[in-house]
Antibody, heavy 124, light 111 residues
């Protein structure tokens, strides 16, 4: 059974940093791209960042480029999102999601399994 | 503001058929990149409903179907049930943004 468990969220002041984690199990982690998607309060889903199965391709939404860094550790079956220079508009529930395809190309990604999410609140 | 536009809400009586549109452009759906659909029940993470425009994952009832034409895609729910009351999102890839994009979301209400 595929399981994704996010952690690392919390309350942080504007300009602060956090490291989000997504622990994966139930599938061959290295074979699949992984993605972060967020949902701000009262808003829709927003794609944030993706990383290929090999880890050598990373993709970012313009809204987070230069501030967020995605990575993965195959030895721990875990994906990370380092979030820096946080703004109020980054307040959201952050989901990790597994790609449903083994393709390395972002244009083929869809998301067949999702975690429960970790809440990031940016406030003074 | 998303580049994929959905109606904010649709509603129908139990047993009826409802459709949700997802309107894009030549840089995403019309490019043509594939469209995928997700259902988000209150308090739960999104669930994959349709992938690659019209394919259903195992376990998804055949009441749910997807289609795509030109720069738009649609999700149809036939035999609407109370448990279908949820938010629905389309997703594709946009070459201008060089990223994945979600639609604005549609709330389905069962009357």
């Amino acid at each position: 059974e595929v399981q994704l468990l996010e952690s690392g969220g919390g309350l942080v002041q504007p300009g602060g940093s956090l490291r989000l984690s997504c622990a994966a199990s139930g599938f061959t982690f290295k074979n699949y791209a992984m993605t972060w998607v967020r949902q701000a309060p009262g808003k829709g889903l927003e794609w944030v960042s993706s990383i290929s199965g090999s880890g050598d391709r990373t993709y970012y939404a313009d809204s987070v480029k230069g501030r967020f860094t995605i990575s993965r550790d195959e030895s721990k079956n875990t994906m990370y999102l380092q979030v820096n220079s946080l703004r109020a508009e980054d307040t959201a529930l952050y989901y990790c999601a597994k790609s449903g395809t083994r393709s390395e190309a972002l244009d083929f990604y869809y998301f067949d399994y999702w975690g429960q999410g970790t809440l990031v609140t940016v406030s003074a | 503001q998303s580049v994929l536009t959905q109606p904010p809400s649709v509603s129908g009586a139990p047993g009826q058929r409802v459709t949700i549109s997802c309107t894009g452009s030549s840089s995403n759906i019309g490019a043509p990149f594939d469209v995928h659909w997700y259902q988000r029940l209150p308090g739960t993470p999104p669930k994959l409903l349709i992938y690659y425009n019209s394919r259903r994952p195992s376990g998804v009832p055949d009441r749910f179907s997807g289609s795509k034409s030109g720069t738009s895609a649609s999700l149809a729910i036939t035999g609407l049930q109370a448990e279908d009351e949820a938010d629905y999102y389309c997703q594709s890839y946009d070459s201008s943004l060089s990223g994945s994009v979600f639609g604005t979301g549609t709330k389905v209400t069962v009357l």
